[in-house]
């Protein structure tokens, strides 16, 4: 089997939609065949519980990162959907900060705890959910990832941030953008077309056609525990994911 790509899922800036496209861009490529897993490393554990997981002490990777002995495929659960696992997060991970920040070679923590996984090709992508901030966290993801993915909200601030870690990115030479996609997307405002625009002219072809629009019934899913297809299958939130789904899959000629 082939390696498995992983992909950090990134923005320093909070709200723009992060977890709102791991968990569902997961839950849509599963509905489609895929094998993913999602692995929450953010201290939040917004995702884990957007998949209906449980926030449980001692199942995130807090310890794996501190302790080489850990076998990381022993903190995998399956999910109740189709071809997702996940690796859970705990609030004690906001304790790796400091504590991994203060170990030898901190930045390839994350790296090494995911080779046992990535090189037995179980999954096609690993997706890593990275908390809103460019910490020892986010820092060991974009070490450790193959490429990151950037939701960006279509508001004017949007851009500062985007810009700011698209710029980090540069830093490490095994990383490359995957991708952009313009989150919480408002047709009626002339604010989100000049920001999609700006945004395009400036990527060209990183930007994803499929835009996620604003949209209800998508910011409801995540306090039911549920990726919105599973929520609401016929909302335009869930419409506009399954869409993204299918051009990410037909970017590695994934057939579904």
Do not use: W
């Amino acid at each position: 089997m082939s390696k498995t790509k992983v992909i950090a899922i990134a923005n320093q800036k909070g709200g723009v939609g992060k977890t709102t496209t791991a968990i569902n861009l997961a839950a849509c490529l599963g509905d489609l065949g895929v094998k993913v897993l999602v692995i929450d490393l953010d201290p939040q554990a917004n995702a884990t519980s957007g998949l209906g997981m449980p926030k449980e002490e001692g199942k995130s990777l807090y310890q794996a990162l501190l302790n080489d002995k850990i076998k990381t495929k022993k903190l995998i659960q399956k999910t109740q959907y189709r071809n997702v696992d996940i690796i859970t997060s705990e609030l004690d991970l906001a304790g790796a900060e400091i504590e991994v920040a203060r170990t030898e070679g901190c930045l390839d923590k994350f790296k090494t705890v995911l080779e046992p996984i990535t090189e037995k090709g179980k999954y096609k992508f690993i997706f890593v959910d990275c908390p809103p901030s460019l910490g020892v966290l986010t820092m060991n993801a974009l070490n450790g990832c193959d490429s990151m993915l950037l939701p960006i909200q279509c508001e004017y601030y949007a851009l500062e941030g985007l810009s700011t870690i698209s710029k980090l990115a540069e830093k490490f030479n095994n990383i490359e953008i995957e991708g952009i996609l313009m989150t919480m997307y408002d047709q009626r405002t002339n604010l989100a077309s000049a920001v999609e625009a700006e945004v395009r002219n400036f990527f060209g072809e990183k930007v994803y056609k499929t835009l996620i629009p604003r949209n209800v019934r998508l910011s409801e899913a995540p306090s039911h525990g549920q990726p919105i297809i599973a929520y609401d299958d016929y909302c335009l939130g869930a419409k506009a994911y399954r869409d993204f789904a299918e051009e990410f899959a037909d970017k590695y000629g994934i057939k579904y």
